[in-house]
């Protein structure tokens, strides 16, 4: 079993919706949670940080984390074609062991 | 600012050749991290160099070898090459190494690797 485990999808769903991305990890020591976004041929950009458990939100994207189920989820609200993208979920104990990844799910967004 | 850059951006390679990857981080940027991107495995960590010393490394075979010269730049070498080398090698910088406070990564944009 992978340390971090996310759907590769496709997942395709029509503009305005709203979009769920999930990882589950088994590394209790994970601490923190990133989410990426990464168009084909460019390299990954950071759309969200959270810390611990809770929720946080970023004009159409919220990220929440639930550590006690090892659970990470992704919203993006009004969706739009823009957003169609590989996004991944990365994760860190805060030691210098370098990012965790989650194979990443492909979004696709139809007009 | 500029971001990250890599060279060169497309390589094909013959199995048993040896390459030698560049990254340059954003200015004032000390550390950089080297991942390999497979559709199997996906984003894997190879190191991280900080202050031209190696901080970590992650699980691949000595033939992974790394280095950051004293302007920050850092150069990735896959020596003996093998088919399954064949992946987008990504690097990313940031202002401290990873384990003293949470700090973003700002990745480039990669090299794409083909090993025939």
């Known amino acids: 079993q992978k340390e971090v485990e996310q759907d590769p999808g496709p997942l395709s769903v029509p503009e305005g919706a709203i979009v769920s991305l999930n990882c589950t990890y088994s590394n209790s020591a994970f601490q923190y949670f990133m989410w990426y976004r990464q168009y084909s041929r460019k390299g990954p950009e950071l759309l969200m940080y959270t810390y611990s458990s809770g929720n946080k939100e970023d004009g159409r994207f919220t990220a929440q984390v639930d550590k006690s189920s090892k659970y990470i989820s992704l919203f993006i609200r009004d969706s739009q074609p823009s957003d169609s993208a590989t996004y991944l979920c990365?994760?860190?104990?805060?030691?210098?062991?370098?990012?965790?990844f989650g194979k990443g799910t492909h979004l696709i967004i139809q007009p | 600012k500029a971001g990250v850059t890599q060279t060169p951006r497309y390589l094909i390679k013959t199995r048993g050749q040896q390459v030698t990857l560049s990254c340059s981080p954003i200015s004032g940027h000390r550390s950089v991290s080297w991942y390999q991107q497979t559709p199997g495995q996906g984003l894997q960590f190879l190191f991280e160099y900080f202050s031209e010393t190696q901080r970590n490394k992650g699980n691949f075979p000595g033939r992974f070898s790394g280095r950051q010269f004293s302007n920050s730049r850092s150069e990735m070498n896959v020596s003996t090459l093998e088919l399954g080398d064949s992946a987008l090698y990504l690097c990313?910088?940031?202002?401290?190494?990873?384990?003293?406070?949470?700090?973003?990564?700002?990745f480039g944009p990669g090299t794409r690797l083909t090993v025939l």
């Open positions: 990313a910088s940031s202002l401290a190494p990873s384990g003293v406070i949470y700090n973003e990564q700002f």
């Open positions: 990365a994760m860190s104990g805060g030691g210098a062991d370098g990012l965790t």
